[in-house]
C-alpha cells in the first residue's frame, strides 16, 4: 500500500513563507497527477494546486502568483512552495496523487495525512 507523508508545516508570520515536501516514494510515475489540497476548520477542504504528467500545472485564485507546486519523480517527492503567507492560508495541507491506469476503473487514489499551517496576523 503506498503511503503519502508531508513535511514542512509549522506556525509562521503574514508575509513569510514556508515549503511543504509530500514523500510519495513508490507512486509517482509517468501516468500521475499530484496536488495539494488544504482543509480550514469549519471549511471544505479544497483544492490548491494540481499538476498532471504533462506538465500542465494549474492554481486556486487564491493562491495564484504566491505559491508553486513542483515534482521530482526521481526522488518520489510533491513541493509545494509558498510564499507571502497570509492568515486565511491556515489550514491542514493534503498531498494527493492519482494514478491513471490505462482502463480508468484501475485508476488510484492517495492521500497523505496533513500537516498544519498557522498563520499569524
Known amino acids: 500500500q503506498a503511503r503519502l507523508v508531508e513535511s514542512g508545516g509549522g506556525l509562521v508570520k503574514a508575509g513569510e513563507s514556508l515549503r511543504l515536501s509530500c514523500a510519495a516514494a513508490?507512486?509517482?510515475?509517468?501516468?500521475?497527477?499530484v496536488a495539494w489540497h488544504r482543509q480550514a476548520p469549519g471549511k471544505q477542504r479544497e483544492l490548491v494546486a494540481v499538476?498532471?504528467?504533462?506538465?500542465?500545472?494549474d492554481y486556486a485564485d487564491f493562491v495564484k502568483g504566491r505559491f508553486t507546486i513542483s515534482r521530482d519523480n526521481a526522488k518520489g517527492t510533491i513541493d509545494l512552495q509558498m510564499n507571502s503567507l497570509e492568515p486565511e492560508d491556515t489550514a491542514v495541507y493534503y498531498c494527493?496523487?492519482?494514478?491513471?491506469?490505462?482502463?480508468?476503473?484501475?485508476?488510484?487514489?492517495?492521500w497523505g495525512q496533513g500537516t498544519q499551517v498557522t498563520v499569524s496576523s
Open positions: 494527493y496523487v492519482k494514478i491513471f491506469a490505462l482502463n480508468s476503473k484501475y485508476d488510484r487514489v492517495y
Open positions: 513508490g507512486v509517482l510515475s509517468s501516468r500521475t497527477q
Open positions: 499538476q498532471d504528467w504533462g506538465g500542465f500545472t
